[in-house]
């Protein structure tokens, strides 16, 4: 968003923020406006795939000069006379790619990745042009859809015709485009695009609130947006609330995490949802404002149900392992887990950590199995033992990379149905309530008093640098300082989980010793499932069989050039 000559110009980007965030956009226009100055604000993972959509853009360009088209590069930065003439011009002459072409109708503006000739009669000639954008994203998102919306637009006022197609072109698709007809999403467009209009508008003075939001993670005003909620003492900052709750309770006249704390319950029968829910958050609005009165961390039982909480803790054996992994889920068209960790007693009691790394397919695999392959042989030794998480992460990885690989299947299948995994985060949530925003293993850490021996900040940094040699693949970038600090990280999430757990264990004991009944959970069951003993009497067969079969298919990509 910028204003020039008395126009405030919009782009695809104001669009799809817009779409995400009222505030964002009343912000962008006091900055156009210069009543307020843009933050100072960096991510270097927003640069790394800004770098990894620029080299994904550059493949396809690639991909299309292989192909036998032509490109026409609009030369320039930004959209300007120049640009968008080029623009024009090139379009008149019936190019058969125009890559970053510049638009311009009114108040919007855009550069669209590539135009693309196709064989359909309009305003220039016997041909036409429709869009096609590169996106990293293997899901494409509804801002996605919209902004290619917002190109065609502009683009039908230049050819006299609106486009009837618009293409996505995703990562590891072997640049097959995703369609999308126009006028499917036209009248939504039409609808986003005048609100945002509304939103630019100089004389509607419209009021707006940094309310959280998903894209909140990536806004350069998020740390604005959060002091300013923190100094209106916003609901969102009591845990586990959510939106709908929020609305409800200021609808209400509770705004505040104080207002919400100081009730004794809540007094009136909520529209949506439940009220039970409703007292859950209150009750953790009080133990948070609490602990802001005391200055101390504070917790909270709640009551005891069959298989959950405390009573989903296992029996600790000198076997148990406390398992975390480390991913990156930009790399490849699956993304990696690029480091399993895990802590154990050894056979002196002591505590050994063990990481293992992996930067390719192959390593990954190989990691995968001897993993399983030591938690299959401990298992002999301590058939009692469990493998202990933090959320649901890492259970889902393995199953993840069982199918991936098609290996390891009954020795997970036996983990599963023998009930080894215990995740944390499920009996923290189940069993107690604390004084905390969030609850995630590093808000928890001060309550059972452990300290971290690579500060977040460093990890932080190497985490960056990381990711940004895996995703950009420059694994050589990866320095031994690098996977030190990352590894340092990852030993303290195995080390805390384990402390975590005996923190549990001894709040469990404080209940039983004050007259609570917590039995341990039921054990699992041994052996395969009578599914996975079928499915591998199958594959057996058809492997003595030795038959393979392929296939190939021709996909037609896109309308070919006039």
């Not at 990691?367 to 959320?391: G, K, M, N, S, W």
Request: charged share 25%; proline share 4%.
């Amino acid at each position: 968003m910028k204003k020039e000559n008395r126009i405030i110009y919009l782009s695809a980007s104001d669009l799809v923020g817009h779409l995400n965030c009222g505030h964002l956009s009343a912000l962008d226009l006091q900055v156009a406006t210069g009543s307020l100055a843009k933050p100072d604000y960096y991510d270097p993972l927003l640069e790394i795939l800004r770098e990894r959509g620029f080299r994904h853009e550059q493949d396809f360009i690639n991909y299309l000069k292989s192909q036998g088209h032509e490109i026409c590069f609009i030369e320039g930065e930004g959209i300007n006379d120049k640009t968008v003439q080029a623009t024009l011009n090139a379009m008149r002459e019936g190019k058969d790619i125009i890559f970053q072409a510049a638009l311009r109708q009114g108040c919007w503006t855009g550069r669209a990745d590539i135009l693309k000739r196709v064989p359909v009669p309009s305003s220039l000639g016997d041909w036409s042009y429709e869009v096609i954008d590169t996106k990293l994203a293997r899901e494409t998102k509804g801002g996605s859809v919209l902004q290619l919306c917002l190109y065609a637009d502009l683009l039908s006022h230049i050819q006299g015709i609106d486009p009837e197609n618009l293409y996505i072109v995703s990562p590891w698709t072997d640049y097959e485009p995703q369609k999308f007809r126009y006028p499917e999403y036209a009248a939504y467009f039409r609808q986003v695009k005048r609100s945002a209009e509304l939103a630019a508008d100089e004389t509607q003075n419209f009021v707006t609130y940094p309310d959280p939001k998903a894209h909140c993670d990536i806004c350069r005003w998020k740390q604005n947006c959060d002091k300013k909620r923190r100094a209106d003492d916003h609901l969102c900052l009591v845990a586990n609330i959510s939106k709908a709750q929020i609305t409800e309770l200021q609808t209400n006249g509770i705004a505040t995490l104080h207002a919400l704390g100081e009730l004794s319950s809540i007094a009136f029968k909520p529209r949506k949802g439940s009220p039970i829910a409703l007292e859950k958050v209150r009750a953790q609005a009080a133990i948070q404002l609490k602990s802001l009165e005391t200055g101390k961390n504070e917790i909270e039982f709640l009551d005891v149900i069959e298989e959950t909480g405390f009573a989903a803790l296992p029996e600790p054996s000198d076997g148990d392992i406390f398992f975390d992994i480390e991913s990156d889920q930009f790399v490849g068209e699956e993304g990696i887990e690029y480091l399993f960790g895990f802590a154990f007693n050894d056979e002196n009691g002591q505590v050994q950590y063990v990481a293992e790394w992996a930067f390719d397919r192959a390593a990954e695999k190989a990691v995968f199995e001897r993993f399983v392959d030591f938690v299959t042989a401990r298992l002999e030794q301590y058939p009692d033992l469990h493998v202990y998480h933090y959320a649901s992460y890492e259970p889902g990885a393995l199953k993840r990379l069982m199918g991936r690989y098609a290996t390891k299947e009954q020795e997970i299948d036996n983990f599963l149905r023998g009930k080894i995994f215990v995740d944390l985060l499920s009996v923290v949530r189940n069993a107690l309530r604390a004084s905390v925003e969030s609850y995630s293993l590093k808000k928890l850490e001060p309550f059972f008093s452990f300290n971290r021996k690579v500060p977040l900040h460093d990890a932080n940094v190497a985490l960056t640098v990381l990711s940004a040699g895996l995703e950009l693949n420059d694994i050589p970038s990866i320095d031994d300082k690098t996977k030190e600090t990352v590894q340092g990280y990852n030993a303290d999430d195995c080390i805390s989980t384990l402390h975590l757990r005996d923190w549990l264990e001894s709040l469990r004991a404080t209940r039983i010793a004050e007259g609570s009944d917590i039995q341990r959970p039921a054990p699992g069951q041994e052996g395969p499932s009578e599914e996975l003993d079928e499915k591998a009497r199958i594959v057996r067969a058809d492997r003595k069989s030795t038959r393979l079969n392929s296939s190939h298919t021709d996909i037609s990509r896109m309308p070919s050039s006039a």
